[in-house]
């Protein structure tokens, strides 16, 4: 059966020229364990939710001043968001003196594990490309892995491993 990605839109800047939308694309990868359509759709949802946050908070809003660290990091669970506040110019957008950052490429692919036909973790592997005007008017690539558990009040960033660079 082919799964189609499902994407989640935002709002984001663009050049100055207004705002434009640019849709994230989300596909699902290896499930461990058995778990329902339906319900792999909304662990899809909602799991690409928390990831574009991130993305906006980071690196997308803010061009031309440093991302605020405490903002930086929405659905990290505290241990998290220390961490990637100690990694913050790998983590957000800090160390880029831009004038506008433009997404070219959003995609995330999510491998679950499943226990009880019930998603318990997810492995979000991420794919953000931009291009970036200013001091470098060049295109960065952050790519990498968000490790995410399921608590009470929705999916929560625990762990993460990023790489950032120009291409």
Known sequence: MARRPVTSASRLRHDGDGPTAL???ADIGRII???PGSRRKAVR???TAVVDRWWEAAYLSGAGQATDPARAFPGFTPGARKRATFDRALMTNA???TDTISPLMRKVRLDLLAVNQRARSVTAR????VRTTGE???RLRVRGRLFLTRKADGWRVFGYDV?????
């Open 23 to 25: 849709a994230t694309s």
């Open 33 to 35: 364990g058995r778990l």
């Open 45 to 47: 949802k909602e799991v």
């Open 95 to 97: 160390d880029l003196d």
């Open 126 to 129: 991420f794919d953000l490309r």
């Open 136 to 138: 470098r008017n060049r």
């Open 163 to 167: 790489s950032k660079g120009w291409l």
